[in-house]
């Protein structure tokens, strides 16, 4: 399935850096919030790159234009992994990094789940299987309004076991989006288990073209791929499109990388600080603390 | 004014309106040409539709959306509960042949724990009006309310001339007797219009309260009657367990009211599939043996 790129210009070197920097630094926040109560760690750092180039490279979405009918959207539907998205916002600027600090305090609304209370986030989530719904709603309604929003949304790959994204994908079809971008955070994890060895999604690109999608598959860590990809959106007129961001669950930190039993972590502060030297290339961490948490 | 008619002026004047529906178009057929993109019919994808009409109310629009009641408020329940709940978007929920209307389908239409459950969902309001003229009566001020709402929705012809004033929380009251008060709402307000003057009939001064939106309730309606009435029934094609029964015994327990209750529903079963006249005949939801049931709880009360 090769896809040539539209000729958008590439990533200078200095916006590579800065996309770097800026993951890197969305990473030690993961980090930082996966103790005291801890977070889903491994989802949040899949997706990471992916959440960071969105919001710097391609949309038009920040806290001050929500209320501008013709922004663009990003909804994350996979919603275990917003520590990521807290994390950019921090970064960006919309919220204040010592905000990071109430993650699942009664003082703030920074808990395991998407809200609405946080600006820029657009829409619960956590529930699977929600958001390619709600996005459908968004993208009918831009279309009526004959505005060119971009209307995307980031699925986690055992999500996709969940009915209602194949439900939204068929009325997607039928009503001919070509404004909503499907990104699956293809790390090849469900919680706990590979999603080949439990409920086998491939060959997935395969199946969301028979859905109506027009897809591409990139390295979801490379922002080079990533912009050619994204830039090319819409793929095709009257067709939504997919891109299959090919992913590592854990990415950054090699003692969790690719781990079954590294989803949810609550880590101790000393493997906190152990890991941050990790992500950093410096040493590895030997992990004690608990690990299949069910959260 | 047809459902049609309503929908299609509405949404001339409001360009929030737009209409849904999970290919269920028995009350909007003609509105496709009418109502152009702003007539969206996402087939049977009742979870999708509600997920959509989340998104489009967070777009600013009002979705009214259609589908069978028992597949509307349950097999997408907790899209409702998460999509429309959490948020509080104006998103209006229209459940077709709810209750006793489903007839002959079978259980796995019958819609009768629907008021329980939708009106567990936070910030979801409850209208169950007693029948066509009712339900447009009421609907302009359901869809143009700001919060999300449930609609038992009803096609069946008039009981009796309703009062035209509609205000949400409040009931339709039809005398102010003090033997007996009987609360209703939905299709069987016109059978327990009927034992109403069957048992005046019998010299006995009755109350019939059309309770229209279950949520918000008409507390004061409910609790006069509670207070002042020899026994208090409630009629509903509905289950007991989360309707109106055990709205009252809400009511009554939070404002510290005891009073003679005889509840009158679905009993932990589903109805006997059939046609109208045969189903209330088999489950005993006639007039004639509401009030017979009525008189013998009423004649034991001592």
């Known amino acids: 399935m090769a896809h040539d790129s539209n000729g958008a210009s590439p990533l200078g070197d200095d916006a590579i850096k800065d996309l770097q920097e800026t993951a890197l630094r969305v990473r030690e926040h993961i980090i930082r919030m996966s103790t005291d109560g801890g977070c889903f760690t491994g989802a949040s750092l899949s997706c990471a790159d992916l959440i960071v180039y969105l919001y710097k490279q391609s949309l038009n979405v920040s806290p001050g234009n929500l209320n501008d009918p013709t922004r663009d959207y990003l909804f994350l539907s996979k919603g275990h992994d917003v520590p990521a998205l807290y994390g950019t916002f921090a970064e960006l600027g919309w919220i204040e990094r010592d905000r990071l600090k109430n993650h699942l305090k009664t003082n703030d609304d920074i808990y395991w789940h998407p809200n609405r209370n946080i600006p820029g986030i657009e829409y619960y989530s956590g529930s699977l299987g929600h958001l390619l719904p709600v996005a459908v709603g968004v993208a009918l309604d831009c279309k009526m309004r004959g505005q060119n929003n971009k209307i995307v949304v980031i699925t986690g790959d055992g999500e996709l076991d969940e009915g209602s994204n194949w439900e939204a994908l068929l009325v997607a079809q039928a009503y001919k989006l070509d404004n909503l971008l499907v990104v699956v955070d293809r790390n090849e994890f469900q919680a706990n288990i590979r999603t080949e060895d439990l409920i086998p999604l491939e060959p997935l690109d395969k199946k969301l073209e028979a859905f109506g999608c027009v897809v591409r598959s990139v390295d979801g860590h490379d922002f080079n791929a990533l912009h050619t990809a994204f830039s090319a959106y819409p793929f095709s007129q009257e067709q939504p499109s997919a891109i299959i961001a090919r992913t590592v669950r854990g990415r950054g930190l090699p003692s969790i990388e690719a781990r079954a039993d590294r989803w949810f972590c609550n880590f101790t502060h000393e493997e906190v600080e152990q890991l941050l030297q990790e992500l950093h290339g410096q040493g590895s961490t030997t992990l004690t603390s608990e690990t299949l948490t069910v959260r | ?302």
């Not at chain 2, 307000?189 to 279950?214: C, D, P, W, Y």
């Open chain 2, 1 to 302: 004014m047809t459902y049609e008619q309503f929908l299609k002026n509405l949404a001339d004047r409001d360009e929030r309106l737009v209409v849904m529906t999970a290919e269920n178009r028995a009350a909007i057929r003609g509105l496709p040409p009418l109502l152009g993109n702003r007539f969206i019919d996402t087939g049977i994808t009742e979870q999708t539709m509600v997920g959509a009409a989340a998104g489009l109310a967070l777009r600013g629009r009002i979705p009214v959306a259609h589908a069978l009641a028992c597949f509307l408020t349950m097999r997408a329940y907790e899209f409702i509960r998460t999509d429309v709940g959490i948020s509080g978007l104006p998103v209006k929920l229209v459940g077709y042949v709810p209750g006793l209307l489903s007839e002959a389908n079978g259980p796995t239409h019958q819609a009768i724990e629907d008021v329980a459950i939708m009106r567990g969902v936070p910030p979801l309001n409850v209208f169950c009006p007693a029948d066509f003229n009712d339900l447009m009566i009421g609907i302009e001020k359901i869809v143009l309310d700001p919060r999300p709402w449930y609609i038992r929705y009803t096609d069946k012809p008039h009981a009796v001339e309703h009062s035209t004033e509609f205000e949400i929380g409040k009931a339709e009251q039809f005398g102010n007797g003090t033997d007996v008060a009987l609360l209703t709402y939905g299709e069987m307000f016109r059978h327990a219009f009927q034992a109403r003057e069957m048992l005046e009939a019998q010299g006995k001064s009755v109350r019939l309260i059309n309770l229209r939106t279950l949520k918000p309730l008409d507390e004061e309606a409910v609790l006069n009657a509670l207070r002042n009435c020899a026994l208090t029934v409630t009629i509903e094609d509905h289950f007991r367990v989360g309707g109106l029964y055990s709205i009252i015994a809400e009511l009554a327990l939070e404002n510290r009211v005891t009073a003679n209750v005889e509840a009158i529903g679905l009993d932990n079963k589903w109805f006997k599939p059939a046609l109208m006249a045969d189903v209330l005949e088999y489950e005993k939801l006639r007039a004639v043996d509401l009030v017979e049931r009525i008189m013998t709880r009423f004649n034991a009360l001592g």
